[in-house]
């Protein structure tokens, strides 16, 4: 009879305890799907003349979000602006599962690469960019690691068509 009781017993934890793992399995699921939609509904609001895509989306319980294959180009454009191919997001997760407000602390940039563009008429494609929105939220640190910056000038009358790169770009922007 004591068997029987044992057996049953550890039925119910096995089955209490995969309950259990499931649960948090789909409240993972759950954060990781609300957060994602946070961050695509963010974009979209705060940056309206830009097309942004990505591959990959991950988020750990501490708060960082991973993201890959990161490209941001000009609404309308056919060239981005912005790649990167591994970028991390540590945001304030408390917020986030409390009130559901996403706040960005750190935005770490792993080998960014931006194209500037100066066009034969003189012009350069960040000049056709739109201003970022101001906002209330406190500004982010941002850390670039590994960063390029190619610098494409077409070709006039007085200047050479010439190219310039610049690897291995580290910065640090503090607010």
Known sequence: MAIRILR???????????????????????SDALLRDRIETAIAENLPHWDVSFTEFDVDTGGV??????TLTPAGDTHAFLEIPRMTVRIDRDLL????????????????TVWINR????EWNWEQLAPFPSTDQPCPEIVIRG?????????????????????????????
């Open 65 to 70: 979000v991973r993201l890959s294959d990161v």
């Open 147 to 175: 960063g390029t910056v190619i610098l494409a000038i077409e070709r006039t009358e007085e200047i050479p068509a010439s190219e310039f790169e610049f690897r291995r770009v580290n910065a640090r922007l503090e607010p």
């Open 8 to 30: 049953w017993m550890a039925f119910l934890l096995t089955l209490l305890a995969a309950a259990g793992v499931g649960g948090a399995y789909w409240l993972r699921d759950r």
């Open 119 to 122: 066009s034969s008429a003189g």
């Open 97 to 112: 599962l409390r009130h559901e407000c996403v706040v960005v602390q750190t935005i770490e940039l792993d080998q960014p």
